[in-house]
């Protein structure tokens, strides 16, 4: 074992998910409040010192670490994202670096990452591109053997594209359905049954996971990150754990248990112990793909 893979292993493992002041889209989906928003100038220039300090923290940072970019928006639309992607995948300490994306950019930047450290959380948007473009894409994602997942909203006028994109993937692809707006009631029991004839695991979205109390990796193994270094146990949360680019920061990490009545993102839920998801999805967890957990 060499000096640097002995100091990885070392070192507590962190799973971060980042989510800088980015808040522009290039899709224009009617439920989504950046749809088709351009970002401004002073915004760019924001995001961008933001994501550089982040990546300059990780390449230093004290853990073995995860990144999952959580973008308000589409972040791979700039090469800024594309370039932090490939410069985390080279790192020793970093196990895993993910994107959730909606898959309409150019993707021959992978070209330059570190394949077996990326992984891409996909989103297919019926009305915003083709089935033919957007399976383009994944196709280049097989190629290029890159862990990713394919996902879409469970709203019934989408049913037909679910039904014709998972008909379009290969077996070795998951596709996943987030329930509409997480409403169980908003299903028929023949139509969530078709649905999870579909993705597997599509019951677990349409429960509000009651969290109060309940041990999580938020806040000990698993941090929201924002542009300013601003740490909390997670997204849903807004209790301040500290900075992480402050000395001390290390030490805020320790087990909590939730605060919140509930949690319904996968984002979220996919992290309680009591679900056990890391043990479903294993080092697909990030980019949602339970394959990799199967060992395939």
Sequence with gaps: MSGTDR???ERPHLTIHYRGPLGSCNYGCPYCPFAKRKATRREVLEDSAALTRFVA????????LSVLFTPWGEALAYPRYQAAIVRLSHLAHVQKVAIQTNLSGALGWLDAANIGKVGIWATYHPTQTTRPRFLKRCAELRTKNVSFSVGVVGAREHFAEIA???AALPDSVYLWVNAFFGRR??????????????DPHFALDTVRHRSRGQACAGGHTLISVDGDGTARPCHFIG?????????DFAARLSPRPCTRHVCDCFIGYAHLETLN????????LLERNPLLGQGL
Aim: overall charge negative; aromatic content about 16%.
């Design 7 to 9: 100091e990885s292993t």
């Design 57 to 64: 923290w990780a390449e230093t940072a004290p853990f073995t």
């Design 185 to 198: 009631s908003y299903y028929t029991p023949a139509e969530r049954e078709w649905l999870s004839s579909i």
């Design 239 to 247: 209790d301040v754990i500290g900075n992480i680019y402050d000395a």
């Design 164 to 166: 014709e994109m998972r």
């Design 277 to 284: 998801l890391r043990g479903t999805f294993g080092a697909g």
